[in-house]
């Protein structure tokens, strides 16, 4: 179960400083990042809502091995049993990385509602001028809550369904509703993917290179984003699929 300490705000181990021009939420037009890109998405809906012209955007909370034994108890996570920075990627629905924010801490006050509450109070990257009303943010069951603070600012949530007390089993709607959100869901991890691909982020990361994180994964984001073919691209069956 996530442990939160609504006193306590995330807290950045270093900040991103970088010049790149391929990442972040001012590089891309909300009308040239859904999958078009969004023929996918037609007639078919997320939370009973019809996807037209709202942005749709999945969320993940990634995780890079770290050596940092002077902060140990800010990094030590208890779910992996080990000292951990956490990254948090955001990318469109066709795998096109918006932004990376952090690193956060790992310890128990910064699980992912906690740092995606902290990311949108305070506005990072100005990625409040993207995001916009009636937007929809696909998240997994771990940002659940953070739900309060998406619906103040007007966001839309999907995320697979959680059972009810006493029960066993999802209904038809709920399970199918679930798969739905899953299938749209797993382009972020794909994207968590092709970062761990790069050799220095599929290793443990020694302390004293931990304030060039921000800046690699910068790097990676821009490299992943010029050379790689999209996760998910229009179909002419995607008409006849949704249906």
């Not at 809906?45 to 019809?50: A, D, I, L, M, Y």
């Not at 002077?70 to 932004?99: A, D, E, H």
């Not at 869901?185 to 220095?200: I, S």
């Not at 302390?207 to 800046?215: A, E, F, R």
Request: hydrophobic share 35%; net charge negative; proline share 4%.
């Amino acid at each position: 179960m996530d442990a939160e300490n609504s006193s306590d705000e995330p807290m950045d181990d270093t900040s991103v400083d970088t010049n790149s021009t391929d990442t972040g939420s001012d590089t891309v037009n909300k009308a040239d990042s859904s999958p078009s890109d969004d023929e996918s998405f037609d007639d078919s809906s997320v939370n009973g809502n019809e996807i037209e012209d709202e942005e749709v955007t999945a969320i993940e909370d990634n995780e890079v091995k770290s050596r940092n034994n002077p902060v140990q108890r800010k990094t030590f996570n208890l779910q992996k049993k080990r000292s951990l920075v956490k990254p948090m990627v955001m990318t469109t629905t066709t795998g096109y990385i918006l932004t990376i924010f952090g690193p956060f801490y790992s310890d128990f006050h910064n699980n992912d509602a906690s740092i995606l509450k902290h990311v949108m109070r305070n506005n990072y990257e100005d990625i409040l001028n993207w995001v916009q009303e009636n937007d929809i943010m696909i998240l997994d069951r771990g940002f659940r809550d953070s739900l309060g603070v998406l619906k103040a600012l007007g966001i839309d949530a999907a995320m697979p369904s959680f059972l009810d007390t006493g029960r066993r089993q999802f209904d038809v709607y709920g399970a199918n509703r679930s798969r739905f959100v899953t299938k749209l869901w797993w382009v972020v991890e794909g994207v968590n993917a092709r970062l761990k691909r790069f050799k220095w982020f599929s290793q443990t990361i020694q302390n004293s290179s931990l304030p060039s994180v921000p800046d690699y994964m910068a790097i990676v984001a821009v490299l992943t984003n010029c050379f790689h073919v999209p996760l998910v691209a229009a179909s002419p069956d995607d008409d006849e699929t949704v249906r």
